[in-house]
């Protein structure tokens, strides 16, 4: 029951951290310089234009009607209508974060997959040619900015081998083939994967530092604790040793994971740009040229409430990793 309470707690956080966001950006976007009118008016619409325009957005009533409308609409997935598409926003961004996360997701997974894996041997096997080489290659990655690897991988592997393509998921042509199809439907496609392969790799490489220096570390201090030493004198099998040490020098690398799906939310701007990925960060980009206020508000949002339910993630698995967390803090309470 106290794991229960736990999560409880931990979820009751989260919700009221999503809407202090929620209407901290209603407050941000209302009190930003200039306002709606004045970007119609930039549009070339005259005052009746803009009057009806306003009504029909709720801009002219007054603002705490707007906070509520906003509010409410959220709750149903109403995200207001795009100024420069006259679309609604949710339909807009709704496939760019599949893309996003098509892209972001299983990147950071398996860079924290591989890099656990190396930070374990290197961690195992101290002092060796493999701990070095290791160290270095993952901070050589690491101190290249992501948009300039993505650049050099382009070169390397579209302009000098030919191997993958430049940029974009798709091509034309089989974008507007396939336009109607569900977006699973990509997977199938060996040039998705093609196309796929150099923006996954420059996330994976450039966040690989991460998880492998800091599982190397837990693993060396966990090494060195007697619980391990107590199951290593019992005869406790090799593999199921090393299952134990993994799991206990786990919890940092665990910790790290909704840090890196923060960063990656700031680069994966430029990582879109550059490989002409049709994800949240280059819609971001496109919406803030064209001053699409209502699709930069929910693009935010969205960001936002990525980070939250990653750190959300991070502590439900902390409960179930570290039963010590939900028992302390029961005790707190």
Known sequence: MSRLRYFAHRTAITVALIFLV????????????????????????NADQIARLEAKWGLNAPLHEQYVRYITN???????QSFRHNAPVWDLVRPRIINSAILVFPAITATYIIGSLVGTVIG???????EKSSIITVSVFHSIPDFFLGILLIAAFSQTINIFPTSGMLSTETAVMIGGEPFWH???LKEFWMHYALPFATITLYFMQYPALIMRNSVVEVSNQEFLHYH???????????????????????TLYPISLASSISGLVLIEIVFNWPGIGRLLVDSVLARDFPVIQFVFLVAAVWVILGNFLVDLLYGVIDPRVSVGNDNNE
């Open 74 to 80: 959220l709750l149903t997935a109403d995200a207001g």
């Open 186 to 188: 990509r997977f199938f």
């Open 22 to 45: 929620a209407s901290s950006l209603f407050v941000f976007f209302r009190l930003m310089p200039g306002d709606y009118s004045s970007l119609l008016v930039q549009q070339g619409m």
């Open 232 to 254: 290593r004198l019992k005869g406790l099998p090799r593999p199921a040793l090393l299952r134990k040490l993994m799991r206990h020098a786990s919890l940092p690398v665990v």
């Open 124 to 130: 195992r096997y101290r002092g060796g040619l493999f």
